[in-house]
Every structure is written in structure tokens, then in C-alpha cells.
């Protein structure tokens, strides 16, 4: 039955009544999917990502290809649309249409939301293992010829579950039952390196070993000579993860770590003398004083002592004593520990991959088709972030903004959409603020697409 959408009639004008209807075929919300599909263009990203998919249909009745069926759905969750029920709608968006290679006028239209599900839950482990292996080697290939230098920050977030989903474990730490992602992003420029799901009561550090050394032996490959620093909060300062990082180091060389370590009595001992003088230079001050201390530690599960730097800090709230574990001496240790918090801006990344683009909307029965879903996000991660860089260029403050400040100013633009015999016409508003970024973005973006 068709669905009806009632008409509005609103009388706050003084003059006429304001008549609002919702049967404007030729017009979509979304112009920016158009820098999008050049963004895509120029990573050749849905392209890699559809090669990596499995494909068991019967090809005399497939419609919509896996190449059409990825781009759908990554383009939807950079626009905002993170749920498969939008595509019953979006799928006869004239402009989606365009830029997933259907014409606007095309009667079929896109995937329906049944398809997309069917889509997600037909992927497997090898799938997936083949998705995130290409994440991996793309960020690699991507890193400018003259890197020299590459900080890995690792951490994990909880994503809530609701319902019969599998692998869904409660978790005392969060306090709800959810699945438990681990993330790397490249801690200068904010690329998402990798995304992992795991069980919802996987340790913190669960998988972390395996992840960095593909990764970092990827890295060296390209790069023998760049220097590597992986950071992480205390969950990641596991033996099992010291030994593989140091093993890498002795194997590639240049490979170092700053984790952060949690306190303990013997800890607390060797930075009293340190902690005594923050104390001292508060009462002195009457404000939060800081110092900083670095000194030899062996757990008793360690194999050898490793190098410790303690912030000793108090304040009218009492005694702050922190501590970081690193592999790097030579440093003032008040150096090391800043360089160490600069890890926190990953916690923002994270918001931009969780908040702007839904990325906890894991809602499958199933395990594979969740982690599936977590890897259609981390692809329009890619994508608005490689847009971000290439906005920065232009607007300095729209290229630090968060992705649901830049989908709003740039990408949420009305288009008229019509095709004739010889061409597909998209008009954006005269008034569109944005216009001309988003035309110097349009010709800069006009480049051959990167090889698949």
C-alpha cells in the first residue's frame, strides 16, 4: 500500500497560509553526497572494500551489485543515515542514485532496507579479516613519502547492546551489557588506522598485540628508517603486549611505547620523595603544584625493569600521583608524561566515530554482520576525514570542526535534480553559505581515482 505523507497547512504568516507538501521527487537534501563520491573517487575506497566482499548470489538475478550496495551504505552513514530503514526512502533520493551510478530518473532505485541486511549478514570471518587488512595497507600506502615519524594511539569504548545479540557480555567496568571495539588512530592526524569488534567482556587489550605488530611491520616495510610510538591508558600495559612491542624494536628497531600504568604501593614508595615536595609547594602556593620524577620498576610478572615516570601532583582535593610506563629515556620525564596525555585527543575521535557517525549502532543478531557494520563506519570515517583535510586548506576553524559540524555546513544542502538526454543537472541553492568551498573542493577533488 502507499505510503501517505499528510500535507501541513501553517498559519503563522500574517498574509497567507503556508502550504508544506512532501512530493518533490527531483530534490534531495544531501548535495554534498557529491563530494563525497569524489572523496571516493580519489581513495578508491568502496571500490577496495567491494573487492574484499564475498559475492555467492546468482548473477542473472542480481540487481544491485556489491560495488553499488557498499557505496550506498557508506555514503548513507556519512550523510547521517545510519540505519538500514532510511534506504527504503533514500533509495529513490535522485541524488544518491547519481552518485552510486544509477540515473536520477532510474524506477528501480537503490537497495531497500531488507537487501542492505541481507547485504550485511552475507559476509563472513574471511571477509572480514580481508576488510581490515585493506584499512590497514591503505593507511600505509597513504602516508606522505616523506614520514619520518608515526605515533599509533590504541584504545578501546564500550558500544550498549540491547537485546539476544551475539557475543553480548555485561560488563562490571561500564555496567551494561555491550561489545567492546578496539580502535587505532594515527595520533597526529586522526586517521582511524583500524577497528576491531570484540566480545563485550574482552579485556582491554585483547587482539591489541596482534593488530600493532601487522601493522607496524607494514609500516617498516614501507618505511624501514620512521620511528614508531605506540600510546595507550593502563588496560593496554600488559606483559604480553611490553614483550611484543620490545620484540619489534630489537627485530625493526626505532619501535617505542608510553603507557599509562596503574598506581600500586610499590609505585607510591619510589615517588614519595616527589609527591612530599608537591605537597610542600602547595602549601607554600596555595595552588596545584606539579613535579615530576623517573626511576627504574619491575613488576613481579615483568622479565626485567622497565623505565617509570611519576607525576607527582596535589591539590586542595589532596594527592594525584600518576604514572606512565615508556620505553623512551633520555627525555625530561615532565616531556614524557605531556607527550603521553596528548593521547586524550583520541577520546575525541572516538566521539566523531561514535557521536557524528553512529558507529555504536550495532543492532544485528549476529556477531560477523556487527563487525561487518563497525567496518561500513570506519569506511565513512575515511571518507569525512580525508574531506576535513582537504577543507582545512580553505577554513581553518570548519577544518578542526567535528564531522557533524562539517556534514551540517557542507554537506546538508538542498539539490534539484534533472536529467535530460545529455546530462544529469544538480542546481544547489543561490543562498548556500557554502558554495564557494564547495566548489574550490568540487575542482580540487576533479583528480584520476587511486588504484583499487
Known amino acids: 500500500m502507499t505510503e501517505c505523507i499528510p500535507q501541513l497547512r501553517l498559519c503563522f504568516h500574517p498574509e497567507l497560509p503556508v502550504v508544506v507538501e512532501f512530493d518533490a521527487p527531483e530534490i534531495s537534501s544531501d548535495g554534498g553526497a557529491l563530494l563525497l563520491r569524489q572523496v571516493d573517487e580519489q581513495l578508491g575506497l568502496s571500490a577496495g572494500f567491494s573487492a574484499c566482499l564475498s559475492e555467492t548470489r546468482e548473477g542473472q538475478r542480481v540487481q544491485h551489485s556489491r560495488h553499488e550496495q557498499s557505496r550506498q551504505r557508506i555514503f548513507q552513514i556519512a550523510l547521517g543515515y545510519e540505519d538500514c530503514n532510511d534506504a527504503d526512502r533514500l533509495r529513490h533520493d535522485p541524488l544518491l542514485k547519481t552518485v552510486c551510478d544509477r540515473t536520477a530518473q532510474d524506477r528501480q532505485g537503490l537497495s531497500s532496507q531488507p537487501t542492505l541486511s541481507r547485504f550485511e549478514n552475507a559476509q563472513d570471518g574471511a571477509v572480514l579479516r580481508r576488510l581490515v587488512c585493506f584499512f590497514e595497507e591503505r593507511y600505509v600506502q597513504a602516508l606522505s613519502a616523506d614520514t619520518q615519524q608515526i605515533i599509533l594511539d590504541i584504545d578501546s569504548t564500550d558500544d550498549e547492546t540491547h537485546g539476544a545479540q551475539q557475543l553480548s557480555f555485561f560488563s562490571g567496568f561500564y555496567r551494561h551489557h555491550m561489545y567492546h571495539p578496539l580502535m587505532i588512530f594515527d595520533g597526529e592526524s586522526g586517521q582511524l588506522v583500524s577497528a ?63 603507557f599509562g ?13 616527589a609527591m612530599s615536595l608537591a605537597e ?152 548556500f553559505p557554502g558554495a564557494e568551498m564547495f566548489c574550490r573542493l568540487s575542482l580540487e577533488l576533479q583528480r584520476p581515482a587511486a588504484p583499487t
Open 280 to 431: 610542600e609547594l602547595f602549601r607554600r602556593q596555595g595552588e596545584k603544584s606539579q613535579c615530576f620524577s623517573s626511576f627504574s620498576y619491575a613488576a613481579q610478572s615483568w622479565p626485567h625493569p622497565r623505565f617509570v615516570v611519576a607525576k607527582a601532583e596535589h591539590s586542595a582535593l589532596g594527592a594525584n600521583p600518576r604514572f606512565v610506563l615508556s620505553s623512551l629515556q633520555g627525555f625530561p620525564p615532565d616531556l614524557l608524561y605531556r607527550a603521553y596525555c596528548e593521547r586524550g585527543q583520541c577520546e575525541n575521535l572516538i566521539k566523531d566515530l561514535k557521536n557524528a557517525l553512529q558507529a555504536d549502532r550495532l543492532s544485528c543478531s549476529s556477531f560477523q554482520a556487527n563487525f561487518f557494520r563497525l567496518l561500513l563506519h570506519t569506511a565513512a570515517y575515511r571518507l569525512l576525514h580525508t574531506l576535513r583535510q582537504q577543507v582545512a586548506a580553505h577554513s581553518g576553524g570548519l577544518g578542526r570542526a567535528q564531522f557533524d559540524t562539517l556534514r551540517l555546513r557542507l554537506l546538508k544542502v538542498a539539490a534539484w535534480v534533472t536529467q535530460s538526454a545529455r546530462r544529469i543537472l544538480v542546481r544547489l541553492p543561490k543562498a
Open 261 to 273: 600504568l596503574a598506581k600500586n604501593p610499590a609505585l607510591l614508595k619510589k615517588a614519595a620523595p
Open 196 to 258: 576491531l569488534l570484540r566480545p563485550g567482556k574482552a579485556h582491554a587489550s585483547r587482539g591489541a598485540a596482534g593488530v600493532l605488530r601487522r601493522v607496524i611491520r607494514l609500516i617498516k616495510q614501507r618505511f624501514p628508517q620512521v620511528q614508531i610510538a605506540v600510546r595507550g591508558d593502563s588496560g593496554f600495559c600488559t606483559p604480553h603486549l611490553l614483550e611484543t612491542l620490545e620484540q619489534l624494536n630489537v627485530e625493526l628497531g626505532d619501535v617505542e611505547y608510553l
